[in-house]
């Protein structure tokens, strides 16, 4: 077996891209996506128009992950025609480049040390710092993880997270947010001067559908049942990659739509990787041949969706249920404050995981 290091020198071996295919990768995309709306928009059966829409949210998962890709400099890098292409679909489709780059960028840094910032991620407390938080911060940390934020991923991830909080936060470093919401709306308004249907089938089912699917992947793709996280003081890059990060088993339909994304241990060895050679890397290097797995069956989604709380303890995910018996000890044990209130074991802490 190699050594962390001797492994991401292995890896760089499957970080070149074959331009060429890349090129057919985003085009033979844009091909599939221009064909899936053509078909939504058109005048025929409702139902197959339905099922065209639904493909084209698909087929933008496989767009988004394109995107994502070029972002890390894995494919493309230094086209000039790929540059404004990817900007204008990040900032059309509450992309903004700002915004995911930073989070994005600050993820694969700290991804899965305990008590980060959960900047980009879903946040995560420790059964400890959940029984020490107040009533509110318990409310606000359940609704963050609660599985409707991932169904209504176009308006809590990507319209709110993505878009209008950082614009917000930072109307200078984060221009680029606010043209994404003018240009997306703009977008939208003008389907709608087209007909309803055509904005309905058109653009709106397309960004739900990919929006859920891709925020549901972000989750799944750091929280699962075998995931393993460290502290800060025992962290290391390879040890994240290889014990925080699922391989998401997917068929080969699957596996098209969601650009090999489920292969996302070996992403995170080595984000150079274009997506196109993941499976290659994974079949390649043995240390990346046993990690940890989920899947898109209803049973795996329900069990990595019931992850809650991680327990140092247990050294693992767990619900909500095993944290009552950590809040019931907490609340024996707390020190009284002068005006009667249970002293906090500690400040809330969070950390990063998609």
Known sequence: MRTAKELLIASKAFAGEYRWLSWWHLGSTLAA???????????????????????AGLVGVRLFIIYHDFQHGAILRDSWLASCMMYLYGISMLNPPSAWNRSHDHHHKHNSKTFGASIGSFPIMTTETYAAATPSERFAYRAARHPLIMVLGYFTVFLWGMSLRPFLQGPKRHFDGGVSLVIHFGLMLYLATLGLDILLFGMV?????????????????????????????EWSHVEAALHSSSYIKMGAVMNWFSGNIGYHHVHHLNHRIPFYRLPEAMASLKELQSPGTTSLYPADVVACLRLKLWSPEEDQFVGFDAAELTADRHDRTAVPEPHGRPAKAGKQSTYKTA
């Open 205 to 233: 089912i397309p960004a739900l559908v990919a929006s859920a699917l891709g925020a549901y992947l972000f989750y799944a793709q750091h929280n699962y049942p075998a995931a393993r996280l460290k502290p800060r003081s």
């Open 33 to 55: 996506l221009a064909i899936m709306v053509a078909v939504a928009v058109s005048d025929i059966h409702w139902g197959l128009r339905s099922l065209a829409s639904i493909g």
